[in-house]
C-alpha cells in the first residue's frame, strides 16, 4: 500500500507563512514512479478544491485564489512535493489534502494509482 503523509500545518495570523509537506512511501514494496503531485483544500461546507499541482518534469498550475502567494514544488528524490504558502488571509483556512499519481510495486504486484493523504489543517486567524 503506498502512503502520503503530510505535515507542516497549523495556526497562523493573517499575512504569515506555512510550508506543507507530503511525502509518498510504500510499506511492504516500491515507488517506481510518481507523476502528478498536487494539493487540494476543503473549507467546512465547501467543496474540495485544487490548490496547486506539479508534474514530473516541474510544471505547475495554481488555482486564481492563490497565485502569487503559495508555490508549489517537489523533491524527486525524495517522493515528496511541498507547498509554500505565503501572505496566508483567513479564507485560506481549510484541511490541505495531498494528492500523487503513483506507479508502485506492492506485495508483487505493480499498480498505478491516484492516492490521497490524511489531510493537515491549516487555520489562519489573529
Known amino acids: 500500500q503506498v502512503q502520503l503523509v503530510e505535515s507542516g500545518g497549523g495556526l497562523v495570523q493573517p499575512g504569515g507563512s506555512l510550508r506543507l509537506s507530503c511525502a509518498a512511501s510504500?510499506?511492504?514494496?516500491?515507488?517506481?514512479?510518481?507523476?502528478?503531485m498536487g494539493w487540494y483544500r476543503q473549507a467546512p461546507g465547501k467543496e474540495r478544491e485544487l490548490v496547486a499541482i506539479?508534474?514530473?518534469?516541474?510544471?505547475?498550475k495554481y488555482a486564481d485564489s492563490v497565485k502569487g502567494r503559495f508555490t508549489i514544488s517537489r523533491d524527486n528524490a525524495k517522493n515528496t512535493v511541498y507547498l509554500q504558502m505565503n501572505s496566508l488571509k483567513p479564507e485560506d483556512t481549510a484541511v490541505y489534502y495531498c494528492?500523487?499519481?503513483?506507479?508502485?510495486?506492492?506485495?508483487?504486484?505493480?499498480?498505478?494509482?491516484?492516492?490521497w493523504g490524511q489531510g493537515t489543517q491549516v487555520t489562519v486567524s489573529s
Open positions: 506539479i508534474t514530473s518534469g516541474g510544471s505547475t
Open positions: 494528492n500523487a499519481d503513483v506507479a508502485a510495486l506492492v506485495d508483487g504486484n505493480f499498480h498505478i494509482d491516484d492516492y
Open positions: 510504500a510499506a511492504s514494496g516500491s515507488i517506481f514512479s510518481i507523476n502528478g
